[in-house]
């Protein structure tokens, strides 16, 4: 069994390694890190929108290292005016002259999604970038997977951001489903759940060593519906250990898979505060 190392999220873009980079805007990580990252093929980037070591990293790129990533922000305007500020300050930090991914951060309403796309609302702003070449790809984060899935389906999103890990796997009957039939990307955050996977249950026997991070990200990858998973070291040592996945890029079996899903299944149950 194969499992794709790289992805080509649209055309236009650049062709993508499946393990990217994001930051939560508590990282420890320096610029540093995210050039250690970069230099042993990491080029998706998603920035949360605070300034931090990713942010200094990404501006400090030359021209010819840029165009050969891909950076993802997530956007917290819902309205036109709220937008463009928003875009405009996003490029000043990023030193960059266009956002290769617009993910309308967080959308957990219809009243939310409603305001976007409102005639006054930011979607229609960021489409007219899209024209100027400041904006390439539209995409839009959530929770809630079954909303996601039906605005996904009204021809406006170019890609979805979706929690996916083994404690919460209903992504593969509500979105995978639609998501492939209209060729839609899928990203996925929280692979490690809040690093709840990464701990014994009270289920647990009392020999039981957790799987390690990258094990984790190697199971939201052996999905193939998933083109990127998003790491979130905390700090250097994390985002190494990470990438020690790159040196051993393989899937996991289905006996793992299951395994995996099992102990996915205990976390939910002990820690079950998120549907």
Not at 36 to 47: I, M, R, S
Not at 226 to 247: F, S
Request: proline share 5%; charged share 20%.
């Amino acid at each position: 069994m194969n499992m794709q190392k790289y992805t080509q999220l649209a055309q236009g873009l650049p062709r993508t390694l499946r393990l990217g980079l994001a930051t939560r805007g508590n990282s420890r990580l320096q610029p540093r890190d995210v050039f250690l990252a970069l230099d042993v093929g990491v080029n998706y980037f998603n920035w949360c929108g605070y300034p931090d070591g990713l942010s200094d990293a990404l501006a400090q790129l030359p021209a010819n290292r840029r165009e050969k990533i891909v950076i993802a922000a997530q956007f917290s305007a819902r309205s036109a005016e709220e937008a463009e500020t928003e875009l405009d300050e996003i490029l000043k930090v990023l030193n960059t002259e266009y956002i290769d991914i617009v993910t309308f951060y967080y959308v957990e309403s219809n009243d939310e999604w409603q305001q976007i796309i409102s005639p006054s609302g930011s979607m229609g702003y960021f489409q007219n970038a899209q024209r100027l070449g400041k904006v390439r790809l539209l995409g839009l984060t959530s929770h809630q997977r079954q909303l996601a899935a039906a605005w996904a389906q009204s021809g406006l999103l170019d890609l979805l951001m979706i929690r996916f890990n083994a404690a919460h796997r209903k992504a593969m009957q509500e979105v995978f489903p639609v998501t492939r039939r209209l060729g839609i990307p899928v990203v996925a955050f929280t692979c490690l759940r809040w690093t709840t996977l990464l701990k014994a249950t009270p289920a647990n026997e009392p020999n039981y060593t957790p799987a390690p991070a990258l094990e984790w990200y190697r199971y939201v990858l052996s999905h193939s519906e998933i083109a990127v998973a998003l790491m979130a070291p905390g700090d250097t040592k994390q985002l190494k250990e990470n990438l020690r996945l790159l040196e051993d890029w393989r899937p996991l079996s289905e006996g793992e898979i299951a395994q995996f899903n099992r102990q996915g299944d205990l976390v939910r149950h002990f820690h079950s505060n998120f549907p």
